[in-house]
């Protein structure tokens, strides 16, 4: 167990719908990272959060949206669903996503969310 | 941005032997490089890591290359096991600016009993 919890596990949705995954990091981690595993596409960097505040941008469609609240848990939105974003979503956490120390620099995943679009 | 190249997608070893899986990256700011163990159906795992100011870093079986010039690094599996069998993604990263990974296609690892 990482110590990253995501929820829900499995989620089953239409075409067109709107949902929210929800992330809460390891304990006194800072920064939240959010990943979409495909098939096609790998493991992909979305977005990352660090104290509350946007800190980087990777392949995240304009669909989507997260944030990161003051207890520090993180919720990614996924609105207008389409077929093809059906994937596993991965959250993980570090402890300082700026550290240039290894023992702040490793991320732990948290089970992910797999979402199935219909 | 970063892009990070992974090769085999796929290895199969007999047990015993070697595995090496081999990454390029492009982005000569990189500075992090870690590699994820991912069994079917669960979460990626942190197996090694290594930072751009060491050349090699090794834990028991597993060792990690890297050459900051070719902008290249490999992990290398010995006396590989049926339980070493899953998928392998190496990233790069910039620590300093966000630490945010940029993962390889992965490589399905299959050690043959």
């Known amino acids: 167990d990482s110590g990253v919890t995501q929820t829900p596990k499995h989620l089953i949705t239409a075409t067109g719908q709107r949902v929210t995954l929800r992330c809460s990091p390891r304990?006194?981690?800072?920064?939240v990272y959010w990943y979409q595993q495909s098939l096609d596409q790998g493991l992909q960097f979305l977005i990352q959060?660090?104290?509350?505040?946007?800190?980087a941008k990777g392949n995240i469609l304009e669909r989507f949206s997260a944030q990161q609240f003051p207890d520090l848990h993180s919720e990614l939105n996924l609105s207008s669903l389409e077929l093809g974003d059906s994937a596993l979503y991965f959250c993980?956490?570090?402890?300082?996503?700026?550290?240039?120390?290894?023992?702040?620099?490793?991320?732990?995943f948290g089970p992910g969310t797999r979402l199935t679009v219909l | 941005g970063e892009n990070v190249e992974q090769h085999p997608s796929t290895l199969s070893v007999q047990e015993g032997d070697s595995a090496v899986i081999k990454c390029t990256y492009s982005?000569?700011?990189?500075?992090?490089f870690p590699w994820y163990k991912q069994e079917l159906g669960k979460r990626p795992q942190l197996i090694i890591d290594?930072?751009?100011?060491?050349g090699e870093k090794k834990d028991q079986r597993i060792a990690v290359t890297l050459n900051k010039t070719a902008k290249h690094f490999s992990l290398h599996i010995t006396e590989t096991q049926p339980e070493d069998s899953a998928v392998y993604f190496c990233?790069?990263?910039?620590?300093?600016?966000?630490?945010?990974?940029?993962f390889g296609t992965g490589t399905s690892l299959t050690v043959i009993p």
């Open positions: 993980a956490s570090s402890p300082d996503g700026l550290a240039y120390s290894s023992s702040y620099n490793e991320q732990f």
């Open positions: 304990s006194g981690d800072l920064s």
């Open positions: 959060y660090y104290n509350g505040e946007e800190r």
């Open positions: 982005d000569s700011a990189s500075n992090y």
């Open positions: 290594i930072r751009s100011n060491v």
């Open positions: 990233a790069a990263s910039k620590t300093i600016t966000g630490n945010q990974f940029y």
